[in-house]
């Protein structure tokens, strides 16, 4: 009995246990139940954007479940709802894109905002928002028509619009990328000038490997045969003022020839003609061999110095020697504290002294340095005669120093181009708009230089010009003020330029000139010269000489 009741309690407990586990676990089922529909009625999934259709919670909800019953009509508002969004969307990327693009298209843009303003304020028609969005009921296919009808009209001129627009866009964005296009091309252009400008003012200042050649050659005949090579007698006909003068300064031998073979080859008379060429130390002895081996032609005299034989221009009396002195010490000076200061480019007005050579400004003491002539003709060694010169000497120059050809036309080449007229000493002393001339052929009346004293007109401004104040470097500034008043004006043929520089100049007028001038970079002698006018050069080198052909000029 005992047992019998032991096995009966077991057995209810156990009918208890599994009868309490079905009731838990029909309490969870219940409660997640509920947990999702307090979910469902009150969460609203999807935000009102600004310029969006609006959507309400408990609309999503029944249309929730009407899709899950597949009404036709509310995926077909679904769907209208989704294309009106998308060109709204359509509509505002094409009007941001115009502004950024800045085209001047203010209409249509007014026409994009209106368009997107229209999309979003027919959702909100009462009609729409009753029977489309907050309706439980079914969905008024009348109502939904003209919705339909609405949006696609609005869908219709957006798309009309952006045809017509997309072509301006397309039209601005090729403008905008040839506009990058010119400006990548015109800074390549910029910096491919600054390049060729740097290549060529290295070549142009640059010794030549055949320049340098043809005077170690000329050096070495001089050691090898000395005697033979030793310095003639000055000559009478030196200091004959009956005689036709030519001053050449310069250190390039073979231009040298030129300049002289050029004028003998012309000269009625070469005889009468009398070469002085100066240079310095180091390229005297190259020069005299040179004439040595090849004498000029036609009984012409040469005589060759150099520039220390004149004594008399020492840095006590010649500005610029004194300037290169003291731009030498100021150098030194500099280099030997560099280690305990800092330079100072404002302080320290450090001069170059490649632009106070002696050579270029030796022009300025011809009366001194020939002090029996009368007049005299300057000539440059980058010049070319190709007429007989001696007319220059017969043209009376009414008592004026210099006799030069102008070079100014319009407003290039004026006195403002070449000096500082905002320093109150050159705007009172000068015409800004005076017309400038050229340095390279000019005639001039040592008689009339000596009388307007004009060597000392050049020290005192050449004093006044230390600091580069005044003018800042060559040979023309000095040469403009010096002889302002002084100088008359030769007819054009006499002198033509720009043949190292300008590879316009008519041909007729070329060989119209009496001289032609390779001013600017491009020398004859070099590689960079331009070929049109080479050849009117290169027909008076002396190509039969021997150290010619053996340093390849290539002429």
Known sequence: MAVAMRGGRSGGSSFRSFFSFRIFISAMFSLLFIATLSVLFTTNPSTQQDGALPITGNAYVHRTFLALKSDPLRTRVDLIHQQAK???????????????????????????????????????????????????GPIDEDVLRQFEKEVKDRVKIARMMIVEAKENYDNQLKIQKLKDTIFAVNESLLKAKKNGALASLISAKSVPKSLHCLGMRLVGEKISYPDKYRDDEPKPEFEDPSLYHYAIFSDNVIAVSVVVRSVVKNAAEPWKHVFHVVTNRMNVAAMKVWFKMRPVEGGAFLEVKAVEEFTFLNSSYVPVLRQLESAKMHKLYLGNQAENTTNDAHSMKFRNPTHLSMLDHLRFYLPEMYPKLNKILFLDDDVVVQKDLTGLWKIDLEGKVNGAVETCFGSFHRYSQYLNFSHPLIKE??????????????????????????????????????????????????????????????????????????????????????????????????????NQYKNLWTKYVDNDMEFVQMCNFGL
């Open 86 to 136: 998308d060109h709204i969307t359509l509509v505002n990327a094409y009007a941001a894109y115009a502004r950024k693009l800045k085209l001047d298209i203010s209409r249509q843009l007014k026409m994009f905002d209106e368009l997107a303003h229209n999309f979003s304020d027919i959702s909100v028609k009462p009609n729409y928002q009753s029977s489309l969005f907050d309706s439980d």
């Open 429 to 530: 002393s000068f015409n800004p708009k005076a017309c400038a001339w050229a340095f390279g052929m000019n005639i001039f009346n040592l008689d009339a230089w000596r009388y307007e004293k004009s060597t000392g007109q050049y020290h005192c401004w050449q004093n006044m010009n230390e600091d580069q104040s005044l003018w800042k470097k060559g040979t023309i500034a000095p040469g403009l003020i010096t002889f302002y008043s002084t100088t008359m004006s030769l007819d054009k043929s006499w002198h033509v330029l720009g043949l190292g520089y300008n590879p316009s100049i008519s041909m007729d007028e070329i060989n119209n000139a009496a001289v032609i001038h390779y001013n600017g970079n491009m020398k004859p002698w070099l590689d960079i010269a331009l």
